[in-house]
Nanobody, 114 residues
Framework: QVQLVESGGGLVQPGGSLRLSCASS????????MGWHRQAPGKQREVVAR???????DYADSVKGRFTISRDNAKKTVYLQMNSLKPDDTAVYYC????????WGQGTQVTVSS
């Protein structure tokens, strides 16, 4: 069973930046497809960004050009660099192992407010 632990959330002003981290247990991280999802109050959970084991990435249209997903296989960690944050980015952000063993992290709160 894989465990995912997120960190790096917090309160930031509009236009600011945050970097989220997600550390994975186990030995399959390097062959795993990883993703970041978010859920705002009253809304469905949505995918924000994905990175495949080979390094290719996909982004939601709402974050393209502002967010960057990356990974460090040696540290078994996936990152989400978030720049030019907007109040609409406020949500709980979840790390997910998409494949081969689907798993969710516990989530970290990101609040964008002045």
């Amino acid at each position: 069973q894989v465990q995912l632990v997120e960190s790096g959330g917090g309160l930031v002003q509009p236009g600011g930046s945050l970097r989220l981290s997600c550390a994975s247990s186990g030995s399959i991280f390097s062959i795993s497809d990883m993703g970041w999802h978010r859920q705002a109050p009253g809304k469905q959970r949505e995918v924000v960004a994905r990175i495949r084991s080979g390094g290719s990435t996909d982004y939601a249209d709402s974050v393209k050009g502002r967010f960057t997903i990356s990974r460090d296989n040696a540290k078994k960690t996936v990152y989400l660099q978030m720049n030019s944050l907007k109040p609409d980015d406020t949500a709980v952000y979840y790390c997910r192992m998409e494949a081969p063993l689907p798993a969710w992290g516990q989530g970290t709160q990101v609040t964008v407010s002045s």
